[in-house]
């Protein structure tokens, strides 16, 4: 226990990496001071009172003690677990990915609010609700990289202005939607859409977050959709994801 003054904080376990002998090293998300790195000495130990609270994905109350540069664990209750997705594996793979998305487009001890809410309600999605996982994991990757500044423009056609595109195409490196005849002004990477595609583009970037995955599309829709997003991150952020990886090699 240390005499340093404590501070109370809510925060979601981002990563968790093993060190010393039973120690961890958590990035932890909070919605008032964003992305901190936290030190749960012991947490690996069974008798410790915190531990669960140090794994990843628990979303936690957390007494905290700053020294240095890091924050340390002194106690911790859990609020939620995510038990649904810890029973299954495909379902815990995505929200692992989620996780580490979230990590990359966040900032350290910059308040973070709405994207905790996202992931919060992405993780609930993804437990709860019959929805298929590639339509709950498109909505949120949109809607994160909207949070953390790379909104596309969605509302019509970058070049010749039409609300409706025709034939839409997504370009994920300019991150603006266009007719696919007016692509060829354009020098990014193209991802074709479809009207139900283009809807549920639109709904993820611009809709109600509080009914972010309230629509359904088509399988050939969906597989657009899924396609584009994800190659909408992994452009922007140019850089690839090893949660995703493993997502992709344990999914049904």
Not at 83 to 97: I, M, Q, S, V, W
Not at 120 to 131: D, F, M, P, T
Not at 203 to 209: E, K, L, Q, T, V
Request: charged fraction near 25%; glycine fraction near 8%; hydrophobic fraction near 40%.
């Amino acid at each position: 226990m240390s005499n340093t003054p404590c501070q109370v904080t809510r925060g979601i376990v981002l990563r968790e990496t093993e060190t010393k002998e039973a120690d961890k090293i958590l990035t932890v998300l909070t919605p008032d001071q964003g992305k901190i790195s936290v030190i749960a000495r012991g947490a690996r130990r069974k008798s410790c009172r915190f531990a669960a609270c140090a794994q990843l994905l628990a979303w936690s109350e957390l007494t905290l003690y700053h020294r240095g540069n890091w924050y340390y664990l002194n106690e911790g209750t859990t609020l939620c677990l995510f038990d649904g997705l810890r029973r299954d594996l495909e379902k815990l793979a995505l929200g692992a990915y989620f996780a580490e998305l979230t990590e990359a487009v966040t900032q350290e001890e910059v308040a973070a609010p709405e994207i905790v809410s996202l992931l919060l309600n992405g993780l609930y999605a993804l437990e709860n609700l019959s929805r298929p996982p590639a339509l709950i994991k498109a909505a949120f990757e949109l809607r994160l990289m909207c949070l953390a500044g790379y909104e596309p423009l969605a509302d019509g056609c970058a070049y010749c202005g039409a609300e409706e595109p025709e034939e839409p195409r997504l370009d994920v490196q300019q991150g603006v939607l266009h007719c696919a005849k007016c692509g060829v002004r354009g020098q990014g990477l193209s991802m074709p859409l479809c009207a139900g595609s283009l809807a549920g583009l639109r709904h993820a970037i611009y809709g109600d977050p509080k009914r972010l995955y309230a629509f359904t599309l088509g399988d050939e829709a969906l597989g657009r959709l899924s396609d584009a997003a994800e190659a909408f991150v992994l452009t922007q952020m140019e850089r690839g994801f090893r949660t995703l990886d493993y997502y992709k090699s344990v999914k049904i």
